[in-house]
Structure formats: structure tokens, C-alpha cells
């Protein structure tokens, strides 16, 4: 029998929009659909994009100015920028689209928009119409890029032009409304510097990840949603000689490589009529035929990674990918699992002797307390033991210790004093790295807000 016990209940009011915000989003519609239907469509044709914009603000202004009895005077430009905005643009999410401090845009329903901002998840003042409102800024971004969504298709995954990442979801699937997701990116990418500077992590990290990615070992990058896999992957590619060619596979297009030889491969989703589907297998397989030095996967997470195995181990080596993991044992066993996705009833132990043979180090990530990432380990794997396990060694790491009064996570990085078994390889291949370099040590860190909160999108372009 359970015992009544006091928990902390919130007790908040959910959020009430003042009615004038409402009154204003209404009246937007109307002199949204006014507009529209005094357009002459016959001539829209022979006008350019700028000629049109003029002419829906003027018409816009004109509306406005028919209400100007009901409009307040200080909402007049609001309204005409608005409707503007609904015309070409998200509408109420636009000027969410041009902040720069934005990485992620969470619509619940018409009246509820989160963003996080400087990873710090907040509700913001921008509220739609109604959930028509939503739906029709949905079937916009779903329109431009050549898909639907309604009853019988009812989810999208899509890419905006930026290279926003979105996924939508509405009715039946969604209760209570369309939901909508929208990933964004920044416009400038972040160099290894930067990740040095708001302290993801450290000098000595970067020198042996550096040397290792010259040496062509091959690598796995893990860690949650927003922990800044992509970003780190980004960034470690400086380190790619410029004489090679680079083939990078992903689902959706992120990685903007710090690299003049690449090409870019994409998935394609099924059509309207649930054909013309590509998957990231069928990119790998033929991406062996486009002579790579290297193969990167943007995110292994399903039958592909077997076939990215193969390539590690025939000669494809140098390969680099992220996955999604809570550490880096867990990152291990994933890929064990994708690998069985493949249908091929291997051993377990044959299956882990492959992975170990393939992938040398992993880098784990986390999103911490106040929106800093830190790389919180990197290790290498040392071999498959008699009893088919994996003997990890970790190199490098961080452990947080608490936070401090803003909330934000305080910690420190450390060197295990281990020597990792590349450690020849690396001086083979040329990089300078003393034993000096893995001695154990201790280095304490308090989070500084103002560099660390900095947006640091998983992927770049995030």
C-alpha cells in the first residue's frame, strides 16, 4: 500500500493570452484572406519576387488602413510586416527564424511556443490564430520542398532551405492540434577554437583527436539530441589533409566540412505514392564506387553501419560518424544492434570483433546543466576480450561536480595517465605527441555563462 506523501506540485496557471493578442492574430487572418482574394492572380506572372512584395505590402497597408477604427495606431506596422511574413515567410515564427540565439523552434499547439535560446528552453510570446493558423504555416514548409501533409500522410521530416530541420505532425496522430519541430542552425561555423575557447573541450583533446583523425583512425562520435555531435564532427574535419576526397551520407544535409573535397549524398523519403525511397545503406554501398579517401556518416542508425564496417575494414579506414547514445558503452552496443538490423544471424562476439577492428576511439558528449557541452569521455577500444566484451580504456574525460548559482554545471577535465594503443600509429603518421600529453591530471572548470551558453547547433552551416 502506497502512503500519501508530499510531492512538489506545480501549481503555475498554463498560459493565458491576452485577449487584445488574440483580437490581433483574428484580424490578421481576415486581412490575410482579403488580400488574397483581391490579388490579380493573371498578373503575377510577369512581375519579380521584389515587384510582389511591394505590391502585398501596399495592398496590406491599405487593408490596415480600411480598419484603422478597430487597429490601433501602434499595431499598424505590425500588422502590414505580418501579413508580409504570412504571404512569404512562417509567419508568427519568422522573426523566431531570424535570431541567431534560437536553435530550436517547439510549437504544442496555437497559444504554446517554446524555443531555446542559448540552451535554456523558454516560452515565447509568439501565439497563432488558431490551430487552422498552424496548419496552414505547416502545409507551406511542407509545400516548398515537395511533400504533403494532411489525414492519410500525417508526419513530415523536411529540410528548409537554410537547412532548418523539420518535422511536423497533425491530426489524428497529434492530439490537440498540429505539432511542429523546427532544428535550426547558425550561419557561421564553429572552428575548433571556438569549441576550445567555451571550454567542450581541451587543448590536449584536440591535439590527440586531431593527430588521430590525420592518422586515419577511424572513430565514432556519441551523445544525446542537441549534444553537439555534428558540430564536433565539423570541426575535427580541419584535420583531414586537403589531398583526399571526402563523401559525407546523411538523412538530412548538416555538415558544412572545414574541407575543399567533398561530396554530399542524401536520403530521399518515399513519394506521394510511397516510392523513390534511398536509404543511407544504398548511399553507402555506392559511395564505394565514387573513389573516397574517407566516408563520413553524418548518423549511423540502421543496417548501414554494416556496411560502413565493411568499408573501415577494406581499406576505407579514417572513416568518421556520430550515433546517438546515452555513454560510450552504450554507443557500442547500438551499433551492435544496427548490425543485426542487417537480417545477418552473426555471433555477437563475431559482431564486436568486427566493430573493434573498425573503430578505434569514442567520443562521448553531453549536454549539461545551463546548456554547456562537454566532451565527457573519449576512449579507445582495446580489444574484444576471451568472453566476447569489449575492453574499453578511457584517455580523456570530464566530471562534473555540481553547479554553480546560476544553475550552470561546474566540473573539471582530467588525463587517466593511460597510453592509447594508436599511441605509435599517430607518430608514424607524424604528430608530435609526448607521453607527457596523457599524464594524469586534474583541471578544475567553472563554467563562464557568457562564452559557454553561446548557440552551439549539433550540426552546422549548424
Do not use: W
Request: charged letters at 25%; one cysteine or more.
Amino acid at each position: 500500500m502506497i502512503k500519501n506523501r508530499d510531492f512538489p506540485v506545480d501549481t503555475s496557471p498554463l498560459r493565458v493570452v491576452p485577449p487584445e493578442e488574440l483580437d490581433f492574430q483574428r484580424m490578421k487572418t481576415a486581412v490575410h484572406e482579403e488580400l488574397i482574394e483581391s490579388l490579380d492572380l493573371s498578373t503575377l506572372s510577369h512581375i519579380t519576387e521584389d515587384q510582389l512584395r511591394d505590391e502585398i505590402k501596399r495592398l496590406a497597408t491599405d487593408l490596415c488602413r480600411h480598419r484603422r477604427k478597430i487597429l490601433a495606431a501602434e499595431h499598424h506596422q505590425r500588422m502590414v510586416d505580418e501579413i508580409v511574413n504570412e504571404v512569404f515567410g512562417l509567419g508568427p515564427l519568422e522573426g523566431l527564424m531570424q535570431d541567431p540565439e534560437i536553435s530550436d523552434i517547439l510549437v504544442n499547439n496555437a497559444h504554446e511556443v517554446y524555443i531555446e535560446r542559448l540552451g535554456q528552453l523558454e516560452l515565447s510570446d509568439v501565439v497563432f490564430a488558431d490551430d487552422d493558423h498552424v496548419l496552414r504555416i505547416i502545409q507551406r514548409i511542407v509545400g516548398r520542398v515537395g511533400r504533403r501533409i494532411d489525414e492519410v500522410s500525417p508526419m513530415v521530416d523536411a529540410r528548409l532551405e537554410d537547412g532548418s530541420r523539420v518535422h511536423a505532425i497533425v491530426p489524428p496522430l497529434a492530439i490537440g492540434g498540429p505539432k511542429l519541430s523546427i532544428r535550426r542552425f547558425g550561419t557561421d561555423v564553429l572552428r575548433i577554437e571556438n569549441l576550445i575557447s567555451n571550454n567542450t573541450l581541451t587543448d590536449d583533446m584536440v591535439t590527440f583527436l586531431g593527430a588521430a583523425v590525420q592518422a586515419r583512425v577511424s572513430f565514432l562520435i556519441s551523445g544525446g539530441t542537441g549534444a553537439g555531435k555534428t558540430t564536433l564532427l565539423d570541426a575535427l574535419s580541419v584535420f583531414i589533409p586537403h589531398d583526399e576526397r571526402l563523401v559525407t551520407i546523411e538523412d538530412a544535409a548538416e555538415l558544412i566540412l572545414q574541407h575543399p573535397h567533398v561530396i554530399r549524398l542524401e536520403t530521399r523519403t518515399p513519394n506521394t505514392e510511397g516510392e523513390g525511397v534511398v536509404t543511407q545503406r544504398e548511399l553507402v554501398r555506392n559511395s564505394l564506387r565514387m573513389r573516397p579517401d574517407r566516408i563520413l556518416v553524418g548518423e549511423v542508425r540502421g543496417a548501414e553501419a554494416l556496411d560502413m564496417l565493411q568499408a573501415m575494414n577494406t581499406g576505407h579506414e579514417g572513416a568518421l560518424t556520430t550515433i546517438h547514445a546515452n555513454d560510450t558503452a552504450d554507443a557500442l552496443q547500438r551499433l551492435e544492434m544496427m548490425v543485426a538490423m542487417t537480417g545477418f544471424e552473426l555471433p555477437v562476439k563475431v559482431i564486436r570483433q568486427y566493430v573493434a577492428s573498425g573503430i578505434k576511439l569514442v567520443v562521448h558528449l553531453m549536454r549539461l546543466k545551463g546548456g554547456a557541452r562537454r566532451v565527457m569521455r573519449i576512449s579507445e577500444i582495446v580489444r574484444v576480450t576471451p568472453e566476447g566484451e569489449h575492453e574499453l580504456r578511457d584517455l580523456f574525460g570530464f566530471e562534473q561536480t555540481g553547479v554553480d548559482g546560476s544553475g550552470n554545471a561546474v566540473g573539471e577535465f582530467f588525463t587517466t595517465g593511460a597510453l592509447p594503443s594508436c599511441l605509435e600509429r599517430l607518430r608514424a603518421a607524424g604528430a608530435d605527441l609526448p607521453d607527457s600529453l596523457f599524464a594524469a591530471a586534474r583541471t578544475p572548470l567553472v563554467p563562464q555563462p557568457d562564452v559557454d551558453r553561446q548557440h552551439e547547433p549539433e550540426a552546422i552551416q549548424s
